[in-house]
């Protein structure tokens, strides 16, 4: 991997990390465990891993943690690692977004690092709120927006940085998927039942869940800034609560346009993922069903296909890359970019060391911009698409 440490941080000890959420039958934390695993930066050591003790406990022995550190509740976590010599340095909250807020102030209020699982929070408030916290805290907060680790988003970034593009003119992202074309909450799936609750995902279904995705990526790409944005939210599925699909016309500060698309009903449609941006002087194409290329067209040149690993792709993807260009890296490496960058900055802030300046992670504050697009999203929606500023 080219995401590589010095020699100093190389002989350090494993972060000793825990994990609020992710037990038995959860997707997510099993994805957040096998990222933290892939570059050997963490131990993880303990759990406050379901919503009772029981299942706290069977879920930790399924993962070989000691019993007396698989715990009950995230505030008796918090507590009794906090005064161990040998506890935790950093939590994984992968709960679901309700309970983003609660947990991480439990942790971060104690000096624990968080890696929090994304949308930052279930409402703005919280968001907010959070912000705060984290802000006062003597730990870092880190949030797995995992999209911004692949090799060629980085790649994609750093062109626009070094003014490749030009100015940039237009942002046009989109995320369907079509895993709840039917009513799949009302068959007791776990994963579909909490995404379809408002009071445990909050006021947004789509755009919460994978309209936050894109909407990120497209900002860490392009590095623009959100200024108004209107939008058509709408529920396809009958008796669901919360929306499955929304067309989002954006307007960023410095007279940028963009539009995002997000959907879970759109038919044929797995993780489609995709950003395209266009400046003054080339356009740039990136899709998660090829996140080895990149796609770069100079205004009246032929398209270039720019390879991770290959001839032109540029420093911040290299840093990045583990594998020989040719060899597939996917979805779990770009998971695992996000914990590889944490650690650098926790392994910094062990000794007191600066942070290498190319280390990147999404932060706090990046949460709460997404929190805020989702609320504007809705609150245009009820206003019959009006703009609103964000």
Known sequence: MTIEASKSEQRAAKIRLGMVGGGQGAFIGAVHRMAARLDDHYDLVAGALSSTPEKSLASGRDLGLDPTR???SFDEMAQIEAA??????AVSIVTPNHMHYPAAKAFLERGIHVICDKPLTSNLEDAKKLKEVAEKAKALFILTHNYTGYPMVRHARELVQNGELGEIRLVQMEYPQDWLAEPVEQTG???????TDPAQSGVG????DIGTHAYNLGSFISGLELQELAADVHTFVEGRRLDDNAHVMLRFQGGAKGLLWCSQVATGNENGLKVRIYGTKAGIEWT????????FTKLGEPKQLITRGGAGAG???ARVTRIPGGHPEGYLEAFATIYSEAAQAIHAARSGATVDPDVVYPTVDDGVKGVAFVTACIQSSQQNGAWVRV
């Open 70 to 72: 698989c715990y009950g």
């Open 84 to 89: 161990r010599p040998d506890g935790i340095e």
């Open 189 to 195: 799936a776990k994963q579909a039942v909490w995404r």
């Open 205 to 208: 279904g789509s755009t919460g």
């Open 288 to 295: 998660q069903a090829d996140p080895n290329y990149l796609w």
């Open 315 to 317: 420093s911040a993807a």
